[in-house]
């Protein structure tokens, strides 16, 4: 069975500083694995995935992630936030089994202080 | 380039009222579903449609119901609004068998409040 778990509910980090969000999933299947950001009253957008090809990616906004399978992680970070970078994130993992098996996970709302 | 388009921002509703929330996308999807999201709960998925006339049940259906007449379009409909569905409601679409490569695109989302 698929699982999300995103470990911080909540990130605050000052402006210029690395941003560190942390997401551990589960899956029976090779997974397919996104990370969205979503600004206030705003929809979901994706920032990047990783799709079995090479285990770090780069997205949008200087954000990249690593898929690491031994410890089942994705981790999404940045070495240097912008105030514009707050807002709220979501890890998303989808199976290879189905077209539905599709999971996200609560969300980490990411604070930038000036 | 606005590709999943949610007619309405926000909305005032009274309970009771029927509520429809429209949802349109034209990148020829087969895909679409309906999501809500509240504070602390994330994301949970209502009902999808993987095809036109074809609905399947979400995590959360209850109160709610949905009509895929046509491809592009996908309406959510609550038949009696209560408090309790006040919330953001967000569409989203995806194309079978990419999904897993493309994710899923989202429209703007809806909020929702019911009085």
């Known amino acids: 069975a698929q699982s999300v778990t995103q470990l911080d509910s909540h990130v605050s980090v000052s402006e210029g500083t690395p941003v560190l969000l942390r997401c551990n999933y589960s899956?029976?299947?090779?997974?397919?694995l996104f990370w969205y950001v979503q600004h206030p009253n705003k929809g979901l957008q994706l920032l990047l995935k990783?799709?079995?090809?090479?285990?770090l990616v780069k997205g949008i906004n200087g954000f990249e992630a690593e898929f690491k399978k031994s410890e089942t992680s994705f981790h999404l970070t940045k070495p240097s936030a912008h105030m514009s970078d707050a807002a709220e994130y979501f890890c998303?993992?989808?199976?290879?089994?189905?077209?539905?098996?599709?999971?996200f996970g609560a969300g980490t709302r990411l604070f930038v202080k000036a | 380039d606005v590709k999943v388009t949610q007619s309405s921002r926000y909305l005032v509703k009274r309970t009771g009222e029927k509520v429809f929330l429209e949802c349109v996308q034209d990148?020829?999807?087969?895909?679409m579903f309906w999501y809500r999201q509240d504070p602390g709960l994330g994301l949970r998925l209502i009902y999808f449609?993987?095809?036109?006339?074809?609905?399947e049940k979400g995590d959360i259906p209850e109160g709610y119901s949905v009509s895929r007449e046509k491809k592009e379009r996908f309406s959510l409909i609550l038949e009696s609004a209560s408090t309790n569905q006040t919330s953001m409601y967000l569409c989203?679409?995806?194309?079978?068998?990419?999904?897993?490569?493309?994710?899923?695109?989202f429209g703007s989302g809806t909020r929702l409040t019911v009085v």
């Open positions: 990148m020829d999807h087969e895909n």
């Open positions: 449609s993987y095809d036109v006339k074809m609905k």
């Open positions: 899956s029976s299947y090779s997974p397919s």
């Open positions: 989203a679409s995806s194309a079978p068998r990419k999904e897993k490569i493309y994710g899923y695109t």
């Open positions: 998303v993992v989808s199976d290879r089994a189905g077209g539905f098996k599709t999971i």
């Open positions: 990783y799709t079995s090809a090479a285990t």
